[in-house]
């Protein structure tokens, strides 16, 4: 993301100054900001649920498609993250329950059902890449 001035921001400083009137907006460079910080956590996630690359490719696609149509409701970057985790979980489950309708979730392995990352651990994922002080 860029400054007023033109110069690259990093780390915390990207966090700090995302205008989120401007993503509200439909902004292309806050929203690529939104992208590019979360698209690989989120891939990632979906592949290990899905165990299926484009699947999850189609998944992740129509999450950030529809975060830019639900763009008017957000009001903060963390209400942005959670709202993509929360869409990308519902998202994989209706696929996984589409896939086989006859195993409902009482049949699935607990120690094997996946979970979405805490934040801590999102946010350490995510940061990979971006420089925090």
Known sequence: MLDQTGNQLTGRQEFEDFDI???????RIP???????????????AVSVL????????????????????????????????????TTKSSTNLLLAHRNPSAGQSKMDQSKKPTLPN???????????????
């Open 31 to 45: 929203f690529k900001f939104v992208f590019d910080l979360l698209k690989r956590s989120v891939f990632k996630y």
């Open 119 to 133: 934040l801590a651990d999102w946010l350490t994922e995510a940061s990979k890449g971006h420089k925090l002080n």
């Open 51 to 86: 165990q299926s690359q484009e699947d999850a490719e189609d998944l992740v696609s129509q999450a950030f498609y529809d975060l830019f149509h639900a763009r008017h409701q957000m009001h903060s970057l963390h209400e942005i993250i959670l709202w993509l985790w929360e």
């Open 21 to 27: 009137a401007l993503f509200r907006e439909g902004d």
